[in-house]
């Protein structure tokens, strides 16, 4: 897939915008006022879930400028109420959100990803 131009309106026929409306099914991990988490469909680790607000914002840039400083907090507290309940504080996990372009996001909405299972080692691979 191609990386999107976060510079473009909200789409929401996006694939997270159809999840969020329950639309399109998720394996959900846990859902709050602020943020659904549920399992990426193609894994890159033993644990890969995604993180994503209810608001709708393309992006990291979009949402860190846009968003009130209570959607902010509630994604940030949700993010880790998830790495809790996945049992990852213990051994630790990778958090990722890919932005625009260079970041190679694929999908129009902002997504955290939580990496986990397994000992990670280099930052960045390509
Ligand atoms: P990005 O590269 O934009 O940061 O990551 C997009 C992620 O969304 C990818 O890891 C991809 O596997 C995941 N993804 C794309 N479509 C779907 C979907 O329909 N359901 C789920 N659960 N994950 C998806």
Not at 102 to 123: A, K, N, S
Request: a negative charge; charged letters at 25%; hydrophobic letters at 40%.
């Amino acid at each position: 897939m191609m990386p999107i131009d976060p510079r473009l309106p909200y789409d929401d026929n996006n694939v997270f915008a159809r999840i969020l409306r329950g639309e399109l099914p998720c394996k959900k991990v846990h859902e709050d006022e602020f943020a659904l988490a549920f399992h990426d469909i193609n894994p890159q680790a033993p644990v890969h879930v995604l993180v994503i607000p209810k608001g709708r914002y393309v992006s990291w840039d979009d949402f860190t400028r846009l968003a009130a400083g209570e959607e902010i907090a509630g994604f940030m507290r949700s993010v880790g109420e998830v790495t809790r309940i996945l049992e990852l504080d213990q051994p630790g996990y990778r958090l990722l959100v890919n932005m625009g372009g260079h970041g190679h996001q694929e999908v129009p909405h902002l997504h955290l990803h939580i990496f986990g299972g397994r000992q990670f080692y280099h930052m960045v691979a390509d």
